[in-house]
Structures are given as structure tokens and as C-alpha cells.
């Protein structure tokens, strides 16, 4: 899920390379809300924006991966 985030939003770190999925995965969160099925994912970014891109991206293809 990181990796297909990482090329469908075409992340890169501060020299231009391709975010190494270990980069990615220090900036997320994922956390259980106590006694239901929901997830909160949180992702730090200088960037609202982007920030909400790879929250949304990261649960569209979660969600493809594994419901569809």
C-alpha cells in the first residue's frame, strides 16, 4: 500500500528521489478506535493538502487491495 501510494502521487523527498517507504511510514499513524472497525490515519506533512492526498490515496488502495 505504501510503495503504490508513494508512485501514484509521484512522492519525493527534499532531493528530488523517489520517499522511501520508510519516510512514508515515520510520517504516518494509524490508529484503532476502541470497541469499532474504524481506523484514524494521520500523515504529518508541511502541506495540508498533500497531506490529505496521501490519506485518501493510502485508503483508496487499502480499500481496493482489500474490499473490493
Not at 528530488?16 to 511510514?25: F, K, Q, S, T, V
Not at 494509524?30 to 485518501?56: F, H, Q, R, W
Amino acid at each position: 500500500v505504501l510503495q503504490e501510494t508513494i508512485k501514484a502521487l509521484d512522492l519525493r523527498d527534499s532531493l528530488g528521489n523517489p520517499l522511501r517507504i520508510e519516510d512514508l511510514a515515520a510520517a504516518l499513524s494509524v490508529v484503532s478506535v476502541k470497541g469499532t472497525d474504524l481506523l484514524e490515519i494521520y500523515y504529518a506533512d508541511s502541506d495540508p493538502i498533500m497531506a490529505a492526498k496521501v490519506v485518501n490515496k493510502l485508503v483508496e488502495i487499502y480499500i481496493k487491495q482489500n474490499i473490493q
